[in-house]
């Protein structure tokens, strides 16, 4: 009886994969005609171009172009507007100067106060150098001694 079942089994296995190889060879096919009809009907893809950028002195030219070949085409004359340079007055500049002046004042005033009082140094005393380098003397004797007595 086992061996019946173990036969059945196995001649499953083969019908499977007869049918696992037909079904590849047919998506092999199936691949091959979408690659065919893909190239005859896809355009061609052009990379992405760099973003160009453009001065502000560029794109006024630019402009000022287009309103002349308008204005060439309606028959009327260009006329550009006019640049406007601001000006201070000597009042507002005479303010702003002694704001400034001001300011710094301030701040050399605020680091003047902070360099009064530097800090001191802490040191180590002769008295307190003696002893720690005697507790190192100390310490390295026991660590001789130990390795004296292990040997």
């Given at each position: 009886?086992?061996?019946?079942?173990?036969?059945?089994?196995?001649?499953?296995?083969?019908?499977?994969?007869?049918?696992?190889?037909?079904?590849?060879?047919?998506?092999?096919?199936?691949?091959?005609?979408?690659?065919?009809?893909?190239?005859?009907?896809?355009?061609?893809?052009?990379?992405?171009?760099?973003?160009?950028?453009?001065?502000?002195?560029?794109?006024?030219?630019?402009?000022?172009?287009?309103?002349?070949?308008?204005?060439?085409?309606?028959?009327?004359?260009?006329?550009?507007?006019a640049a406007r340079k601001r000006k201070m007055s000597a009042a507002g500049r005479?303010?702003?100067?002694?704001?400034?002046?001001?300011?710094?004042?301030?701040?050399?005033?605020?680091?003047?106060?902070?360099?009064?009082?530097?800090?001191?140094?802490?040191?180590?005393?002769?008295?307190g150098r003696k002893a720690i380098v005697a507790a190192i003397k100390a310490r390295?004797?026991?660590?001789?001694?130990?390795?004296?007595?292990?040997?």
């Amino acid at each position: 009886m086992l061996d019946n079942i173990v036969k059945e089994l196995r001649q499953r296995q083969q019908n499977i994969s007869v049918q696992i190889k037909s079904l590849k060879a047919e998506s092999r096919k199936i691949g091959m005609a979408i690659g065919a009809l893909g190239d005859l009907s896809a355009e061609p893809v052009k990379p992405a171009a760099r973003k160009r950028k453009m001065s502000v002195a560029g794109r006024k030219a630019m402009a000022a172009a287009a309103r002349a070949r308008w204005a060439k085409i309606k028959g009327t004359k260009v006329v550009a507007p006019a640049a406007r340079k601001r000006k201070m007055s000597a009042a507002g500049r005479k303010a702003i100067a002694a704001a400034a002046r001001a300011r710094w004042a301030k701040i050399r005033a605020q680091g003047s106060a902070k360099k009064a009082a530097p800090a001191k140094k802490r040191r180590l005393s002769a008295a307190g150098r003696k002893a720690i380098v005697a507790a190192i003397k100390a310490r390295w004797a026991k660590v001789r001694a130990a390795k004296a007595q292990a040997k």
